[in-house]
């Protein structure tokens, strides 16, 4: 087994690199109710309205709503504030209940055979994500190698896989995915797993399109980016979305690491400069240690292969949409921007005919708003990458569960996409 930090030829065991979080007091969402609040396009005057409540935002950053989870102690106050909201789920609680217990993963063999496919039934602590990562690489042991981008503010490595053809690695342009950056978006961690899953096991059993692909392409998974907010989620707060860094004299914790690349950072009305807000953009641009590894990792893969990064894909939920650059700039457009479009609208028909899903396509300033210090904007410009999108995944909307997807959903949710990245990978 080789790990590798960046691209580089430095070593660092496993084992020794995993650190076994305290588990503390669970933080209860019992009770709490979700609602769609329509702002009327003035979001500033209903977050005024609503500063004083026990609740959690559920959509930082739009402009139209706010799905929020307030509080059952508040819930009086918030529907005598008289504002355009709908109820959507009753009891934030239950749906939590909903998702299953985490489930151990329970290896059928020693061998290196492929895991089984019933890892997609449920949701699995941290360190067995990391061993299922392992446990995949010892099935294409050839053809692969564990990458480790760097370290997260509490020390955990940032742990991704190296996988190539029969071209041997480094002579491909590079497909680079991540996910769970936000650390409440679990069904990410599973869908880039899965993809991942699919990508290898048809190369191993010789299914022509995906042996096609494999060759044609170096692959960079990371399916958690941010493990110190993962394991917060799992042990302490399923609502959480930023990483666990603390500012000094602030009350708060965590920044968010998808508003803290080092570009279109400090843009008006792209992000927080409050440390307590769920879009805090840092201090200065990439001051997250997460940051400072996932350039690092992101510029090396540029640099390592032949024709760059040909596409990029930041994985998050909620919501059906493929998101384009620009998230900082809203007057401008990517250069390629036409055929982009053409093939996130091709991505989401592909999507579409598997169970219905519709998912919309369009730069982040059209179909969301501005999202400044994002991951595809410093891709696409930084990096050079020639796709670089942001994908939300399920449900539609919180009226669908929001972050929190019952764990009879993570198949259909895989699937479709799949066919979608089967699709694209193919074309592009």
Same mark, same amino acid.
């Given at each position: 087994m080789?790990l590798?930090v960046?691209?580089?030829?430095?070593? =660092?065991?496993? +084992?020794?690199a995993? %650190?076994?979080?305290p @588990?503390g007091?669970?933080? &209860?969402?019992?009770?709490?109710?979700?609602y769609?609040?329509?702002?009327?396009?003035? =979001?500033?005057? +209903?977050?005024?309205q %609503?500063?004083?409540l @026990?609740?959690v935002n559920? &959509?930082?950053g739009?402009?139209d709503?706010?799905?929020?989870?307030?509080?059952p102690?508040?819930?009086?106050?918030?529907?005598?504030l008289?504002?355009?909201?709908?109820?959507?789920?009753?009891?934030?609680?239950k749906?939590i209940?909903?998702?299953g217990?985490?489930?151990?993963y329970l290896r059928?063999?020693e061998?290196?055979?492929?895991?089984?496919?019933?890892?997609?039934d449920?949701?699995?602590?941290?360190e067995?994500?990391?061993?299922?990562?392992?446990?995949l690489h010892?099935a294409?042991?050839?053809?692969?190698?564990?990458v480790?981008a760097?370290?997260?503010?509490e020390?955990?490595?940032i742990q991704?896989?190296?996988?190539?053809g029969?071209n041997?690695?480094?002579?491909?342009?590079?497909?680079?995915?991540?996910g769970t950056?936000?650390a409440?978006?679990w069904?990410?961690?599973?869908?880039?797993?899965y993809?991942?899953y699919?990508?290898?096991?048809g190369?191993?059993d010789g299914?022509?399109?995906?042996?096609?692909?494999?060759d044609a392409?170096d692959f960079?998974?990371?399916p958690?980016v941010?493990?110190?907010?993962?394991i917060?989620t799992?042990?302490?707060d399923?609502?959480?979305r930023?990483?666990?860094?603390?500012?000094?004299?602030?009350?708060?914790?965590?920044?968010?690491?998808?508003?803290n690349?080092?570009?279109?950072?400090?843009?008006?009305?792209?992000?927080?400069d409050?440390?307590?807000?769920?879009?805090f953009?840092?201090?200065?641009?990439?001051?997250?240690p997460e940051?400072?590894s996932?350039?690092?990792?992101t510029?090396a893969?540029?640099?390592a292969n032949?024709?760059?990064?040909?596409?990029?894909?930041d994985w998050?939920?909620?919501?059906?949409l493929?998101l384009?650059?620009y998230g900082?700039?809203?007057?401008a457009?990517?250069?390629?921007y036409?055929r982009?479009?053409?093939?996130?609208?091709?991505?989401?028909?592909v999507v579409e005919?598997v169970d219905?899903s519709?998912y919309t396509?369009?730069?982040?300033?059209?179909?969301?708003?501005?999202?400044?210090?994002?991951s595809?904007d410093?891709v696409y410009?930084?990096?050079?990458a020639e796709?670089s999108w942001g994908y939300?995944?399920?449900?539609?909307?919180?009226?669908?569960g929001?972050?929190?997807?019952?764990?009879d959903?993570?198949?259909?949710?895989?699937?479709e996409?799949?066919e979608g990245m089967?699709w694209?990978?193919?074309?592009?």
């Amino acid at each position: 087994m080789k790990l590798l930090v960046g691209l580089g030829a430095v070593a =660092v065991p496993l +084992v020794s690199a995993r %650190i076994v979080a305290p @588990r503390g007091p669970s933080v &209860s969402y019992d009770g709490y109710r979700v609602y769609r609040v329509d702002t009327h396009a003035d =979001v500033a005057t +209903v977050e005024s309205q %609503i500063r004083n409540l @026990r609740l959690v935002n559920f &959509s930082p950053g739009t402009i139209d709503h706010l799905d929020l989870a307030v509080s059952p102690e508040d819930i009086s106050a918030f529907d005598a504030l008289g504002l355009d909201a709908a109820v959507v789920h009753e009891d934030l609680g239950k749906d939590i209940l909903s998702e299953g217990p985490l489930r151990p993963y329970l290896r059928t063999t020693e061998s290196a055979d492929l895991p089984g496919l019933e890892w997609f039934d449920n949701y699995h602590p941290y360190e067995d994500h990391l061993q299922f990562l392992e446990d995949l690489h010892l099935a294409f042991p050839d053809n692969s190698e564990l990458v480790t981008a760097g370290a997260s503010y509490e020390g955990r490595p940032i742990q991704g896989i190296h996988f190539w053809g029969e071209n041997g690695k480094g002579g491909r342009p590079a497909v680079y995915w991540h996910g769970t950056v936000h650390a409440r978006e679990w069904i990410t961690t599973m869908t880039v797993e899965y993809l991942l899953y699919q990508l290898i096991s048809g190369y191993l059993d010789g299914t022509e399109d995906v042996k096609a692909i494999v060759d044609a392409y170096d692959f960079y998974i990371l399916p958690v980016v941010n493990p110190d907010g993962f394991i917060h989620t799992q042990t302490t707060d399923r609502m959480w979305r930023k990483n666990r860094q603390p500012r000094d004299a602030e009350r708060c914790t965590g920044t968010d690491v998808n508003r803290n690349w080092p570009h279109f950072w400090n843009v008006t009305g792209g992000a927080s400069d409050s440390p307590c807000a769920e879009t805090f953009r840092g201090l200065s641009p990439g001051d997250t240690p997460e940051m400072q590894s996932l350039v690092a990792f992101t510029d090396a893969v540029a640099a390592a292969n032949e024709g760059g990064i040909k596409l990029y894909i930041d994985w998050h939920s909620y919501g059906h949409l493929i998101l384009l650059s620009y998230g900082g700039d809203c007057d401008a457009r990517v250069e390629n921007y036409e055929r982009q479009m053409e093939l996130a609208r091709g991505t989401a028909a592909v999507v579409e005919t598997v169970d219905g899903s519709k998912y919309t396509a369009g730069p982040v300033c059209d179909v969301l708003y501005a999202a400044s210090g994002g991951s595809m904007d410093y891709v696409y410009d930084v990096a050079g990458a020639e796709l670089s999108w942001g994908y939300e995944l399920s449900p539609a909307d919180a009226a669908g569960g929001g972050f929190v997807l019952p764990a009879d959903q993570i198949l259909p949710t895989v699937v479709e996409n799949w066919e979608g990245m089967r699709w694209l990978l193919s074309t592009m």
